[in-house]
C-alpha cells in the first residue's frame, strides 16, 4: 500500500489547500524549527478554504487536509518544529504532533500565535449540517429550519421551487419600479428589454414581480378557492415555492391578452424570440411541467443574467433545472 506523508500549511499560504507528498516552510518558522506544528480542529463536511481564524484574542493559520481531492479535516497551525515523521492509522493521515515542551516558539513573527496551552479546537471554524428538528420545516432538497432562509443555488444561481423551498425569513433587496418590485439588477435588465420591445412595436406590461412569503400564501389561498387544489396547484406555487420571492421574476402581457393566450401574441413571440438578449428565460415552457413543478407559463419570464441566457437562445424549451443538472 502507498504510503502518503502531510505536513501543515503555513501561515503565509493560509486558507490553501494542503497536498499530498510535499513539504510546506513557514515564513515565520526559524531555520532549526521550520516546520509548522498543527492539530486536526474538526472533521468538516465540505471543502470551503479557510483563512485566517481567532482563538480567543490571537490569530492561527487554518487550512483544509485533503486526501484524493476529499477534504478530510481542517488544521491549525499551533508552533513550529523540526521536521519529524507522520503516520497513516487505519488508511487515514494522522499528525504526529509534538508535545508542548517540543514546539519551539515562532521568532520574527508579527502575527501572535496561540501557546501550546491553547485548545486549537476553539478555532472558529463553520460546524457540520445541524440535524433537522422534528417541528422544522423541510424542504425536498434536505435543507430545513434556519437554512431555508437562504434560497437553493447551483453556479451561483439560486432556485426556487417545489423542490427547493425558501422560508419567510428570505427577503430579497428590491427596488421600485415599472409598477412593482425587482431586485436592482432585474429591474435595470427589463426596462432595458421593454425599450428594444417598444422599438420593434411590441407593448410589454408588468402584472407581477416581488412577492413575499406572505402575498404567495394569500395568492395561493385564493387561487384554491377559485380554481381547486389540483388545477390551482398547476399555475399557482404555494408560499415558499414561488420564484416571485427571489425578485428576479416577473409575469409580463401586452396590455390585452393574459393566460396562455399570450404566447401566441406578437409580444409573446417577441419575448421567447428575443429575452435571451437581456438575460431572460422563459422560466416554464412547454413539455417541462414535470421538470419545473408548474404548467406551462409563457408569460413568466426569469432574470438570470446574459451569460446564462445566452446558452438557451431564442426559443427555447431548456429548462434551468436542465440547464444546472440538478432535479
Not at 117 to 145: H, I, M, N, Q, Y
Amino acid at each position: 500500500m502507498r504510503r502518503h506523508t502531510w505536513r501543515a500549511i503555513p501561515l503565509g499560504l493560509a486558507g490553501r489547500s494542503v497536498q499530498k507528498d510535499t513539504l510546506s516552510t513557514s515564513p515565520f518558522c526559524t531555520a532549526q524549527a521550520p516546520l509548522p506544528t498543527y492539530s486536526v480542529a474538526m472533521a468538516i463536511p465540505d471543502t470551503r478554504p479557510y483563512g485566517l481564524r481567532r482563538v480567543g484574542s490571537k490569530r492561527v493559520a487554518v487550512a483544509i487536509l485533503r486526501r484524493g481531492g476529499v477534504a478530510i479535516s481542517a488544521l491549525a497551525v499551533v508552533g513550529c518544529t523540526a521536521p519529524g515523521p507522520l503516520m497513516t492509522i487505519n488508511g487515514s493521515p494522522r499528525a504526529s504532533v509534538p508535545s508542548p515542551s517540543a514546539v519551539a516558539t515562532p521568532t520574527g513573527s508579527t502575527t501572535p500565535l496561540p501557546s501550546p496551552s491553547e485548545t486549537p479546537t476553539a478555532v472558529d471554524l463553520p460546524t457540520e449540517t445541524p440535524t433537522c428538528a422534528a417541528s422544522d420545516k423541510k424542504s425536498p432538497d434536505g435543507r430545513c429550519g434556519a437554512q431555508l432562509a437562504t434560497p437553493f443555488s447551483k453556479d451561483g444561481i439560486p432556485i426556487v421551487s417545489p423542490k427547493h423551498l425558501v422560508s419567510a425569513d428570505f427577503v430579497p433587496p428590491v427596488v421600485n419600479g415599472a409598477g412593482d418590485q425587482f431586485t436592482k439588477e432585474t429591474l435595470a435588465a427589463y426596462l432595458t428589454m421593454q425599450k428594444a420591445a417598444s422599438a420593434a412595436g411590441v407593448t410589454l406590461e408588468v402584472t407581477s414581480g416581488y412577492r413575499s412569503y406572505a402575498e404567495q400564501a394569500t395568492i395561493f389561498a385564493t387561487k384554491v378557492k377559485e380554481l381547486g387544489l389540483d388545477a390551482a396547484s398547476r399555475t399557482n406555487a404555494r408560499a415558499g415555492q414561488s420564484e416571485h420571492q427571489l425578485g428576479l421574476s416577473l409575469d409580463l402581457y401586452d396590455g390585452r391578452t393574459l393566460g396562455t393566450g399570450f404566447a401566441s401574441t406578437k409580444a409573446g413571440r417577441w419575448l421567447w424570440a428575443n429575452s435571451y438578449k437581456y438575460g431572460f428565460i422563459m422560466r416554464y415552457p412547454p413539455g417541462s411541467e414535470d421538470v419545473v413543478g408548474f404548467a406551462y407559463q409563457p408569460w413568466h419570464y426569469r432574470f438570470v443574467g446574459v451569460d446564462v441566457a445566452s446558452h438557451f437562445g431564442a426559443n427555447s424549451r431548456e429548462t434551468l433545472e436542465g440547464y444546472l443538472g440538478v432535479s
